[in-house]
C-alpha cells in the first residue's frame, strides 16, 4: 500500500515512523516533509494548502490512504476534495474541523450541547472587548478565533497585558482579520486526550501532558510546545472515563446532531479544575509535540487503524505500558526571534527516536531551519527513566545554538 502524509514537521515525522512499521505499507510520501524524513518517505515538494496539486499528485501515485497532519490542510478543505472524488483520507472535513478552525463555532457547540468549558465573550470591537475587561478580575484568557499556530492564546494578568493584547489582534490584526474571545481564566493541571472519531464512533489514545513555557519551570514565553510525556500520573484513570464520555463521546455526538459528522483525530486539550474536568480548546488532528510520546505506545498497525476508522469498523487498540517523555531542542530566542543554519553533529550516535521539526540537509549534514527543530523521545518503564534517557541523548546533540527543557515531566514526578 502506498501513504501520503501531508505537513513538514515533527508530528508527521511520526506518523511516518508509525506507518513505516506496517507490513502492508510498501511506499511512503511526505508532502512536503523535511529532510530529516528522508530516509522514510520520499518528499513531494507541494504545499500543504495545494489542494489542486495535492489531489493531482494522490490519482498520478494511486495512493491508497492519505494522512493530513496540519490544521491548516483541514481548513482548506483537502479532506473534502479527496473525499469527493473516492480517494481515501484520514481528517475531518472543512466544515467538521471547524471545531479548532473556529473558536466561537466551538464554544457555542460546548454552552448549546453542555459541554463543560470556560464562560466567555467574542469581540470584533477593540474598546467593547478593553470595557467588558475592565470590569474583569485577572488574570484572564484572550484568544484569536481563528488559526495561528498554536500562539494566539494569551493569558493577561493585568490590564496593560490585555490592552497590547487586544490591540495586536483587533487592531494591528497580527494573525489576521477576525475576532477575538475573551475567557475566564481557569486552573488545574491540563492533559491532552486525543481520540480517533468516526461519527460517534471514539476511541481514546493514552493522554499526554505538553509543555508550553520555553524555560525549566514553566518559564518564559509560551510556545508551540518544549516537549510532553505520557502516561500522566496526576489524571487518574477515573477522570479519564469521565473525559471521554463527558466532553469527547457528547463533542462528536454534538457534531453529529450539528449537520457536520466528524471522522479522523478529535484532540481534547482539558484541565482538571477544582470544578472538575473542563475543555480549554479542541484541534481537529494530532497534537504536536503530544503526537511524538503517543504513536511510540501504539503497537497495533496505523495503517490498519486509520483505514477501520475511516471505514467505520471497530478497532482494539493495543497499547505499550511504557512511559515516553519527549524533549524538544528549539533555536535559541524561540518562541522569539532567532537564526538558522547552525550545523547538528551526533545524531547518529543516538539510541532514542528523534523526530524532525524544523531541519535542513547540506552536503550530508543537518543543519537547523525552523524555530522548534528537534525533538527526542525516549520510553522506559517509569517516567524517570524516560525522562533520564531523553535529557541524556538531547545533551549529546552538538549544536551551539540550540537549548532544551530539562524538567519535562516534572509534575507528575
Not at 505499507?25 to 507541494?46: E, K
Not at 502516561?231 to 450539528?258: F, G, H
Not at 522548534?372 to 545533551?395: C, D, H
Given at each position: 500500500?502506498?501513504?501520503?502524509?501531508?505537513g513538514?514537521?515533527g508530528?508527521?515525522?511520526?506518523?511516518i515512523d508509525a506507518?513505516?512499521?506496517s507490513?502492508?505499507?510498501?511506499?511512503?510520501?511526505?508532502?512536503?516533509g523535511?529532510?530529516?524524513?528522508r530516509?522514510?518517505?520520499?518528499?513531494v515538494n507541494?504545499?500543504?494548502?495545494d489542494?489542486?496539486?495535492?489531489?493531482?499528485?494522490?490519482?498520478k501515485?494511486?495512493?491508497?490512504l492519505?494522512?493530513?497532519?496540519p490544521?491548516?490542510?483541514?481548513?482548506a478543505?483537502?479532506v473534502d476534495?479527496?473525499?469527493e472524488?473516492?480517494?481515501?483520507?484520514?481528517?475531518?472535513?472543512?466544515?467538521?474541523?471547524?471545531?479548532?478552525?473556529?473558536?466561537?463555532?466551538a464554544?457555542?457547540?460546548?454552552?448549546?450541547?453542555k459541554?463543560?468549558?470556560?464562560?466567555?465573550?467574542?469581540?470584533?470591537d477593540?474598546?467593547?472587548?478593553?470595557?467588558?475587561?475592565?470590569?474583569?478580575?485577572?488574570?484572564?484568557?484572550?484568544?484569536?478565533?481563528g488559526?495561528?499556530?498554536?500562539?494566539?492564546?494569551v493569558?493577561a494578568?493585568?490590564l496593560?497585558?490585555?490592552?497590547?493584547?487586544?490591540?495586536?489582534?483587533?487592531?494591528?490584526?497580527?494573525?489576521?482579520?477576525?475576532?477575538?474571545?475573551?475567557?475566564e481564566y481557569?486552573?488545574?493541571?491540563?492533559f491532552?486526550?486525543?481520540?480517533l472519531?468516526?461519527?460517534?464512533?471514539?476511541?481514546?489514545?493514552p493522554?499526554?501532558?505538553?509543555?508550553?513555557?520555553?524555560?525549566?519551570?514553566?518559564k518564559?514565553p509560551?510556545?508551540?510546545?518544549?516537549?510532553?510525556?505520557?502516561?500522566?500520573?496526576?489524571?487518574?484513570?477515573?477522570?479519564?472515563?469521565?473525559?471521554?464520555?463527558?466532553?469527547?463521546?457528547k463533542?462528536?455526538?454534538?457534531?453529529?446532531?450539528?449537520?457536520?459528522?466528524?471522522?479522523?483525530l478529535?484532540?481534547?486539550?482539558?484541565?482538571?479544575?477544582?470544578?472538575?474536568?473542563?475543555?480549554?480548546?479542541?484541534?481537529?488532528?494530532?497534537?504536536?509535540?503530544?503526537?511524538?510520546v503517543?504513536?511510540?505506545?501504539?503497537?497495533?498497525?496505523?495503517?490498519d487503524?486509520?483505514?477501520?476508522?475511516?471505514?467505520?469498523?471497530?478497532?482494539?487498540?493495543?497499547?505499550?505500558?511504557?512511559?515516553?517523555?519527549?524533549?524538544?531542542?528549539?533555536s535559541?530566542?524561540y518562541?522569539?526571534?532567532?537564526?538558522?543554519?547552525?550545523?547538528i553533529e551526533?545524531?547518529?550516535d543516538?539510541?532514542?527516536?528523534v523526530?524532525?521539526m524544523?531541519?535542513?540537509?547540506?552536503?550530508?549534514k543537518?543543519?537547523?531551519?525552523?524555530?522548534?527543530?528537534?525533538?527526542?523521545?525516549?520510553?522506559?518503564?517509569?517516567?524517570?527513566e524516560?525522562?533520564?534517557k531523553?535529557?541524556?541523548?538531547?545533551?549529546?546533540?552538538?549544536?551551539?545554538?540550540?537549548f532544551?527543557?530539562?524538567?519535562i515531566?516534572?509534575?507528575s514526578?
Amino acid at each position: 500500500m502506498k501513504c501520503l502524509v501531508i505537513g513538514r514537521g515533527g508530528r508527521c515525522h511520526a506518523i511516518i515512523d508509525a506507518l513505516a512499521k506496517s507490513k502492508k505499507v510498501t511506499q511512503i510520501f511526505a508532502a512536503p516533509g523535511n529532510d530529516g524524513m528522508r530516509n522514510l518517505a520520499t518528499l513531494v515538494n507541494i504545499e500543504e494548502t495545494d489542494v489542486v496539486k495535492m489531489l493531482d499528485f494522490a490519482k498520478k501515485e494511486k495512493i491508497d490512504l492519505t494522512i493530513v497532519g496540519p490544521e491548516i490542510a483541514l481548513e482548506a478543505g483537502m479532506v473534502d476534495a479527496f473525499k469527493e472524488v473516492g480517494l481515501k483520507i484520514f481528517g475531518p472535513t472543512a466544515s467538521a474541523a471547524m471545531i479548532e478552525t473556529s473558536k466561537e463555532f466551538a464554544k457555542s457547540l460546548m454552552m448549546k450541547y453542555k459541554i463543560p468549558t470556560a464562560s466567555y465573550r467574542t469581540f470584533t470591537d477593540y474598546l467593547e472587548a478593553l470595557a467588558y475587561i475592565k470590569n474583569q478580575s485577572f488574570p484572564i484568557v484572550i484568544k484569536y478565533n481563528g488559526l495561528a499556530s498554536g500562539k494566539g492564546v494569551v493569558i493577561a494578568h493585568n490590564l496593560e497585558e490585555a490592552d497590547k493584547t487586544l490591540h495586536e489582534m483587533l487592531i494591528e490584526d497580527f494573525f489576521g482579520d477576525s475576532s477575538v474571545l475573551v475567557e475566564e481564566y481557569l486552573e488545574g493541571p491540563e492533559f491532552s486526550l486525543m481520540c480517533l472519531v468516526n461519527n460517534e464512533m471514539v476511541y481514546p489514545l493514552p493522554i499526554a501532558q505538553d509543555h508550553k513555557r520555553a524555560f525549566d519551570g514553566d518559564k518564559g514565553p509560551n510556545t508551540g510546545g518544549m516537549g510532553a510525556y505520557s502516561n500522566v500520573d496526576i489524571i487518574s484513570q477515573e477522570d479519564i472515563e469521565y473525559a471521554v464520555e463527558n466532553i469527547m463521546k457528547k463533542t462528536a455526538s454534538a457534531l453529529v446532531k450539528e449537520g457536520v459528522p466528524f471522522t479522523g483525530l478529535l484532540y481534547g486539550g482539558l484541565m482538571k479544575t477544582c470544578d472538575g474536568i473542563k475543555v480549554i480548546e479542541f484541534n481537529a488532528r494530532f497534537g504536536d509535540p503530544e503526537t511524538e510520546v503517543i504513536l511510540p505506545r501504539i503497537k497495533s498497525d496505523l495503517y490498519d487503524v486509520f483505514c477501520d476508522i475511516i471505514d467505520g469498523n471497530k478497532i482494539d487498540l493495543e497499547i505499550s505500558d511504557d512511559y515516553t517523555l519527549g524533549v524538544v531542542l528549539a533555536s535559541k530566542g524561540y518562541p522569539g526571534k532567532y537564526e538558522k543554519s547552525f550545523l547538528i553533529e551526533n545524531l547518529d550516535d543516538l539510541d532514542v527516536k528523534v523526530y524532525h521539526m524544523g531541519t535542513k540537509i547540506k552536503e550530508g549534514k543537518f543543519y537547523t531551519a525552523g524555530g522548534r527543530v528537534l525533538i527526542v523521545v525516549a520510553s522506559g518503564k517509569t517516567l524517570k527513566e524516560a525522562q533520564t534517557k531523553a535529557n541524556e541523548a538531547a545533551s549529546k546533540i552538538k549544536c551551539e545554538n540550540l537549548f532544551f527543557r530539562h524538567d519535562i515531566g516534572y509534575k507528575s514526578l
